[in-house]
């Protein structure tokens, strides 16, 4: 079973607005992911993390910015939130030497 | 040409009955294969893991991977009213970003 939290779980912000995104896992996994998901479609890969100070861009190219100063929080960032970043984010985390991923309970985003 | 394919359904199978979900992939280098289980307006759910060619079996619940012919299945036998979810097939594509790759998924609905 893994232990990965993220908050807030939803969250209504007007345009403009900064916004952070937490996640935390308390496995001890080098890995960690953001991905992004609209209802009903795919979920896409926005950032990675391989461990402490590494990140990476997904493959869908997303305007938030993350960050990795410990192993445990990987946090994600918008500096000026706006409409089309509605959607739910979702934070994943695996071991090092595998894919398995287990994910968070997301975060529900609107911007108004 | 999308990387990973799933029919979205709706998939209605009778309580009792075997559900058979399937996915194909496109790219050969392809090296881990999952299932996951979303509720709608949850996060996914690590259903089963599958790396070898052939079927892995999990309570319920078979997985059987082709990549000769790329392609993973899901079987869940003894089909119950709380299976009835979107079912996520997840790739590992080689190269390119690590995280996965995910389909758009299969809704499953099982009827009492």
């Known amino acids: 079973e893994a232990d990965i939290y993220q908050t807030p779980r939803y969250l209504v912000i007007g345009t403009g607005k900064k916004i952070t995104l937490e996640c935390s896992q308390t496995?001890?996994?080098?890995?960690m992911y953001w991905y992004q998901q609209d209802p009903g479609m795919e979920l896409h890969l926005i950032h990675y993390?391989?461990?402490?100070?590494?990140?990476e861009k997904g493959d869908l190219s997303s305007e938030s910015t993350v960050s990795r100063i410990r192993t445990e929080h990987f946090p994600l960032t918008l500096e000026s939130a706006r409409p089309s970043h509605t959607s739910q984010y979702l934070c994943?985390?695996?071991?090092?030497?595998?894919?398995?991923?287990?994910f968070g309970p997301g975060t529900r985003l609107t911007v108004l | 040409q999308k990387e990973v394919e799933q029919n979205s359904g709706p998939l209605s199978v009778p309580e009792g009955a075997i559900a058979s979900l399937n996915c194909t992939y496109s790219?050969?280098?392809?090296?881990?294969f999952f299932w996951y289980r979303q509720y709608s307006g949850k996060s996914p759910e690590l259903i089963m893991s599958?790396?070898?060619?052939g079927d892995k079996e999990d309570g319920r619940f078979t997985a059987q991977l082709n990549k000769a012919s790329q392609y993973v299945s899901l079987l869940i036998r003894d089909s119950q009213p709380s299976d009835s979810a979107t079912y996520l097939c997840?790739?590992?594509?080689?190269?390119?970003?690590?995280?996965?790759?995910f389909g758009k998924g299969t809704h499953l609905i099982i009827q009492p």
């Open positions: 994943a985390s695996s071991e090092g030497g595998t894919d398995t991923q287990y």
């Open positions: 496995m001890g996994h080098d890995k």
């Open positions: 993390s391989y461990g402490v100070n590494s990140t």
């Open positions: 790219d050969r280098g392809s090296q881990s």
């Open positions: 599958i790396y070898s060619n």
């Open positions: 997840a790739v590992r594509i080689g190269g390119g970003a690590d995280g996965l790759t």
